[in-house]
């Protein structure tokens, strides 16, 4: 497996990159045609895209995008093959993005992370978060919710913003330091 810059992959390739999007969070991307549209609003100059490949496959891939005067990155979307997660995928292209922020200047790094299923998947979930919030964080329990990968490569949660995706529904913001 190689990680690449996603302006090297070919029509093909960001077609797989798409599929894995919508297959992946189709929330946010419910069709092939919205997937296909994030990728060529974030493949633009200060954006950087890796993906993950593997004989010429594409197994998941990420993006960051600066904020704060380039002081500051987003990484957004990250998104792998649901039959290749749990392989270090992920991992690789979070430590490989990160790089990339640092090359650039950045001193952090963040992630926002919707807690938005039904029943919830966090200890965030479906609580009020207005009340006491520092112990809410103190006590957070990730469940089987995204944070869990995030906070397991060292990031630590920096925000959280209340019924972000409905009542009960927060999106939880997770940073790190690059330097």
């Not at 493949?43 to 004989?55: F, I, Q, R, S, Y």
């Not at 270090?88 to 979070?94: D, P």
């Not at 995030?150 to 330097?179: E, H, Q, S, T």
Request: aromatic share 6%; proline share 5%; charged share 25%.
């Amino acid at each position: 497996m190689e990680i690449i810059n996603m302006t090297q992959l070919n029509k093909t390739q960001i077609t797989q990159a798409a599929q894995i999007l919508t297959d992946s969070i189709p929330i946010g991307w419910p069709t092939l045609q919205d997937a296909l549209a994030e990728i060529k609003a974030l493949l633009v100059p200060g954006n950087t895209l890796l993906a993950a490949v593997e004989d010429g496959v594409v197994l998941g891939w990420g993006g960051i995008l600066p904020a704060y005067n380039g002081n500051v990155f987003e990484i957004h979307p990250l998104a792998v093959r649901s039959d290749r997660r749990r392989q270090g995928i992920g991992r690789a292209i979070v430590t490989a993005l990160e790089d990339e922020a640092r090359k650039k200047g950045g001193l952090t790094i963040h992630a926002g992370a919707d807690d938005e299923r039904d029943d919830g998947e966090t200890s965030f979930a479906n609580v009020d978060l207005y009340d006491d919030l520092p112990g809410k964080i103190r006590d957070f329990s990730p469940g089987t919710h995204q944070s869990a990968f995030y906070m397991k490569l060292g990031y630590k949660i920096i925000g959280v913003m209340p019924d972000a995706n409905g009542i009960g529904k927060p999106d939880i913001f997770l940073g790190k330091r690059l330097w």
